[in-house]
């Protein structure tokens, strides 16, 4: 997580902030999903972050890889036949077990569907190693040989709860490129 962090912020002069919603549709990824109005999308080569504030203050992160990734925390992985409860255990296992994440805290672990997709639904807290508290919601599902995600990050509740309603409105944007599915 602190590498994305500073990654991000290494990042941040390539910003475009969006005057209006846009469609974000790139040849190179098997999703499509709305940029809200007044976020910036950060220009990163494996997945796509956005942010309204800063990514030290909130960012939605949206991924899509093979299932067959390696983890660099947890030696769990995906399969094709996985129960969506079964894909949340590996990246509960990721998180918690990255030596940077102190104080990792499980709200919530739920099956739910995003947008026709049978997935899961986490929430949960931790505190960087310099002790800044964050508050996650994660949602993922496995389809065919792809794990697709979409996450919701703040640095504290009052920003998590400044844009959660708009953090609903690109999930439910969130498409997967059927052409694409391998």
Known sequence: MRKLLIL?????????????ATLYEPSSRNFSVVIPEGWEKVNMEKYLLITKYGPFSHYILVQDYGIDRKF????????????????????????????????FR?????????????????????????????KTMYYGFVIGDMFYSIRYNACNEAYYQKDVATFQEVLNSFRVLQARVM
């Open 8 to 20: 991000c912020m290494l990042c941040i002069a390539a910003c475009a902030t969006t005057n209006q």
């Open 72 to 103: 660099n925390h947890t030696n769990k992985k995906f399969k094709k036949s996985m129960l969506p409860l079964e894909a949340s255990e590996v990246i509960i296992d990721e998180i918690s077990t990255d030596e940077q994440i102190k104080n």
């Open 106 to 134: 499980l709200i919530e672990n739920m099956p739910v569907t995003i947008n026709t997709y049978d997935g899961f639904r986490l929430i949960f807290t931790y505190n960087t190693a310099d002790g800044i508290g964050h």
